[in-house]
Structure formats: C-alpha cells, structure tokens
C-alpha cells in the first residue's frame, strides 16, 4: 500500500513558477513509477509526466515538454514536478500517482493503483 501527499500548489502569475511535491509512504519507493496528472475544469484528467526508477529515466506530454522537469529522491520517497513558463492553461488539480512496476513509461491514468488528494495551481494572465 502507497500513501500519497502532493503540496506546493498555488496561485500564480503567468511565466512564473511553482514546485510540486509528492511524498509517499510505504515501501520500496524506487520500485514504483511516479506520475503527474492534471485535471482542469471542465475536462478529464490528463498526463503530465512520468518519472521510472531515477530521474533519468522521465517522460512528459508535449503540452509540457521544454518547461516542467519531473524528479525524485527515493531516499526521501519523494517525487517533485518543477514548473516553469507557467500559463493560463496549466491551470488544474495535480494530482501525483504511483504504480508498482519500473520496466516502461506508463501514461494512462488506469495503469495507476495510487493516487495523492491533489494539488491546486492557478495561473493567472
């Protein structure tokens, strides 16, 4: 069982940034694949970026590419979601998940078993 906590959310101004973080409970942490995943009003929970055992090993979506960098510490059982060049449409809930399971990028919201409460960012123009 995996316990997920996401904190940094907040508001903002466009082109500026926020850290998010997730700290989970539980064992093994490197063996889990990390994802972040939004969801903005009115829409279905999306992809954002994926982390597999080091933070060498990340994925993102194109809407994200080049601005937001995925990391973690499993010496901590942390994973965080660094955002840069924030606009209005990064505007969401962001929620952080886990799976147990290293061996490929996982990018759909259902190969996922845990999931943090989510996090608030508002990016304002």
């Known amino acids: 069982q995996v316990h997920l906590v996401e904190s940094g959310g907040g508001s903002v101004q466009a082109g500026g940034s926020l850290r998010l973080t997730c700290a989970a409970s539980g064992r093994s942490f490197s063996s889990y694949s990390m994802g972040w995943f939004r969801q903005a009003p009115g829409k279905e929970r999306e992809f954002v970026a994926t982390?597999?055992?080091?933070?060498?090993?990340?994925y993102y979506a194109d809407s994200v590419k080049g601005r937001f960098t995925v990391s973690r510490d499993n010496a901590q059982n942390t994973v965080y979601l660094q955002m840069n060049k924030l606009t209005p449409d990064d505007t969401a809930v962001y929620y952080c998940a886990a799976r147990l399971g290293t061996d490929r990028y996982y990018l759909k919201e259902g190969e996922y078993n845990y999931w943090g409460q989510g996090t608030q960012v508002t990016v304002s123009s």
């Open positions: 982390c597999r055992w080091s933070g060498d090993s990340t």
